[in-house]
């Protein structure tokens, strides 16, 4: 798959026809991503728990006659498909952890045209990807010059911080040429720069010497509301984009007991190291106020922070990507992520981060429940080896 | 009451093999299995090719369409696609008014509509006659039947059952036991089911064949069997089936036919006591009709074919008739549709 400068829509129309046999070849090896994504997503794998599912993942590695297979000392799976020349190595990536606790019913429901189900979509098309994708390449007979890695890393959500890749990226002795994050969802998006994140707890306590005993005494509560309200007020501007997301809150026993401990958790994210900054400084401002004018202990538990930053969209391989992505009919959607691509560009690794199908996440009190449709999986798995081909193309990149 | 023509006719003209006397204790050890001692499906699938067995695995089905999906993409990318252990892959339909049929379909499962198959015998719905219409329709020297109503289902629920038979010549039939934790409306609890084994079969097995108590729970709706046991066994249309084939296979090759495998657990619906009532009235008839309860049952009254239960009314108890025969059909062997097909004869 080459551009041509001189006849770019021969190019186009080369690239759209490749697109198309590996679209047609992905169809050969979707009963089986299929299958492995039910096994991947019936195992339980919560941040630091992962080890069952990685195990599943190196058995099939295994299975397919991968080489260098190995879980590190963090957890991560890893294997090798070997390249023909094999001086460099491009990175196939994607997380094996789920967010938030293990729901009761873990089981998938398969339907004519989606599966249904707790984490079907994160990340569980990714991680199935990454044991299929060796299978797809030798039905369509494709080597490629590089090695190509696949990972699946530990500890990337929440606390976890991607502590798995980024000690993968610091321990495995190779440098890589590119990565490519997996994401089950969104097909289309194309994630070539990540936003600077600020992720913590903000922690609402009341002291040892609390008076129990006064009238009116409010407890944890008040104090985190007017925390919440002045963080509402944060202003922040539009460009570059800048949110607060304060994603969960909890605290108390029972409606008629005053509150001991409150805790909010939320995520800042920004284009702009310098806006994330201020918004940590207003953050403690509002908490040493608010402390100091209620009482009550409170602090701010930073549990991971990441700079912002990532390729430009002019670069090479985002161009690239974009275009497989239009060869095979998707408007391509750029936009800034939050996802692993961080550690990637710490590690000066060009990354990019793409989605496999569609789908959507319904949220009921804290069970999550999510669906994914099957047929788009083919042009997911066909835009990876394609753009795998752009990367071991692009030596110049 | 007596035993019915085509059972006397078998047993007279088909005289069991000679039986292998096998204690309890012995049995419990040699022939009871875990599923992770066939976890090799490469070994499996040589030793098939070896003795040039095919194997068939057979989905009966009634309004499955939220499990039914499932079972056929883990089952048909596991054990056909990357390891083909399974010839055949067949759903066969009582006619689901869900979309069971549709899913199948999606899947790539072959499927039959058992109305189909057979028309002639008459047109009684029940998972019997579709495990009976399947040994007409497919072709494997070892048929695998398997529940289409499972959440958890996992290849092992195939391979765990076709192992003692490709390892042990002598196996005609391995039924599956499992830890069964119920679906309640507050998620799945770890132990319990088996209610008309424990309180029924398990009792009658106890009193009259207590060999057969060795099998931990004889009323698991996955088995496998060699089509050479199989084709000769008559198939109670509904609840009866399963104690049948135990009944029927030990009564011609004793306990030493049998093995049986832990799969580990199976989630599935849990059913009313009403209709474990349902389930338990068809197991008995089954069971008086067979020897040798049936020539002592001959002093006994005739036996009804309606089941009473009640419901509780605004100011009153109502009973309600549910007639429940369980009917059966005859050794597939002894139909001629068979014989021609399979080039057999009884």
């Not at chain 1, 963090?74 to 294997?79: D, I």
């Not at chain 1, 903000?202 to 009116?216: A, D, I, K, T």
């Not at chain 2, 000679?18 to 049995?27: G, I, K, S, T």
């Not at chain 2, 003795?51 to 048909?76: D, H, V, Y």
Request: some cysteine; charged content about 20%.
């Amino acid at each position: 798959m080459t551009t041509s400068p001189e006849n770019p829509s021969a190019a186009t129309s080369g690239l759209t026809a490749q697109c198309q046999q590996y679209k047609a070849a992905a169809e050969n090896v979707r009963e089986l991503l299929l299958a492995d994504l039910i096994h991947i997503c019936e195992i339980p794998a919560p941040t630091g728990g992962e080890e069952p599912r990685i195990r599943f993942m190196a058995n099939r590695f295994a299975e397919i006659g991968l080489a260098d297979i190995a879980i590190d000392t963090e957890g991560n799976g890893t294997a090798t498909i070997p390249g023909r020349e094999g001086r460099r190595n491009l990175l196939v990536l994607t997380n094996a952890d789920t967010l938030v606790k293990e729901p009761k019913d873990r089981t998938v429901d398969v339907r004519a045209d989606r599966l249904v189900g707790p984490f079907v979509g994160d990340n569980s098309i990714a991680l199935a990807t990454l044991t299929t994708l060796p299978l797809l390449l030798e039905k369509l007979n494709l080597t490629f010059k590089a090695n190509i890695v696949l990972l699946a890393s530990t500890r990337s959500l929440g606390r976890g911080n991607l502590q798995g890749l980024k000690h993968f990226l610091t321990t495995v002795g190779r440098s890589f040429a590119a990565g490519l994050c997996l994401e089950s969802v969104q097909l289309g998006r194309l994630n070539y720069h990540c936003m600077g994140l600020l992720l913590g707890d903000v922690w609402c306590r009341l002291p040892e010497n609390y008076n129990w005993s006064q009238y009116g005494a409010t407890g944890s509560i008040i104090p985190m509301s007017d925390i919440i309200s002045r963080i509402s007020q944060i202003s922040l501007p539009r460009r570059p984009l800048s949110t607060i997301v304060l994603g969960m809150i909890r605290g108390g026993i029972t409606a008629n007991n005053i509150a001991r401990e409150t805790v909010l958790s939320f995520e800042a994210r920004s284009e702009s190291q310098e806006i994330l900054k201020a918004i940590k400084q207003q953050l403690s401002d509002i908490i040493a106020e608010v402390g100091a004018r209620s009482g009550v202990n409170i602090t701010l538990d930073v549990i991971a922070q990441r700079e912002p930053g990532g390729l430009d969209i002019g670069h090479p391989l985002v161009r690239r990507a974009s275009e497989v992505l239009t060869a095979l009919g998707l408007q391509p959607m750029l936009y800034s992520t939050t996802s692993q691509l961080s550690a990637l560009r710490d590690a000066k690794i060009p990354g990019l981060t793409v989605g496999l199908t569609l789908g959507e996440r319904r949220y009921e009190l804290d069970e999550i429940d999510e669906s994914v449709t099957i047929n788009p999986l083919t042009t997911g798995l066909a835009q990876v080896v394609a753009i795998l081909q752009a990367m071991d193309e692009d030596e110049a990149q | 009451m007596s035993s019915p023509r085509w059972l006397r006719q078998l047993l007279r003209h088909a005289p069991a093999k000679p039986r292998r006397q096998l204690a309890v204790a012995d049995w419990l050890s040699s022939r009871t299995f875990h599923h992770s001692q066939f976890a090799d499906l490469k070994a499996l699938v040589q030793e098939k090719e070896r003795q040039n067995l095919r194997i068939s695995l057979c989905l009966p089905a009634l309004n499955e369409a939220k499990t039914i999906g499932k079972e056929i993409i883990l089952l048909k990318a596991e054990l056909m696609t990357r390891y083909p252990l399974l010839d055949e892959l067949a759903v066969i339909d009582s006619g689901s008014t869900d979309q069971t049929m549709e899913v199948a379909a999606a899947y790539g499962a072959s499927i039959y509509a058992a109305s189909d198959i057979l028309p002639q015998y008459g047109d009684k719905q029940g998972k019997g006659v579709n495990l009976w219409k399947a040994l007409y329709q497919l072709r494997g020297d070892i048929i695998i039947y398997i529940d289409a109503d499972i959440s958890n289902i996992r290849p092992h629920f195939a391979y765990g059952l076709v192992g003692p038979l490709l390892r042990l010549p002598e196996v005609q039939y391995v039924k599956a036991f499992y830890d069964r934790p119920l679906i309640s409306a507050k998620g799945a609890r770890l132990s319990g089911g088996g209610r008309v084994t424990e309180i029924l079969v398990r009792p009658l097995f106890s009193l009259f064949f207590p060999e057969l108590t060795a099998i931990i729970q004889p009323l698991s709706g996955e088995y496998a069997g060699r089509r050479a046991a199989l084709e000769r066994l008559p198939f109670p249309i509904g609840y009866g089936v399963e104690t049948a084939h135990l009944l029927d296979i030990y009564q011609r090759c004793g306990l030493a036919a049998f093995a049986q495998t832990d799969l580990d657990q199976r989630i599935h619906r849990n059913q009313s006591t009403h209709a474990l009532g349902k389930m338990a009235f068809g197991i008995l008839q089954t069971f008086f009709r067979r020897w040798p309860i049936a020539d002592a049952a001959k002093a006994l009254p005739a036996m009804a074919a309606v089941l009473r239960q009640f419901q509780h009314c605004e100011d009153h108890y109502e009973q309600i008739e549910f007639p429940l025969r369980e009917e059966e059909l005859p050794p597939i062997i002894t139909t001629p549709e068979y014989q021609r097909a399979f080039k057999r004869c009884p």
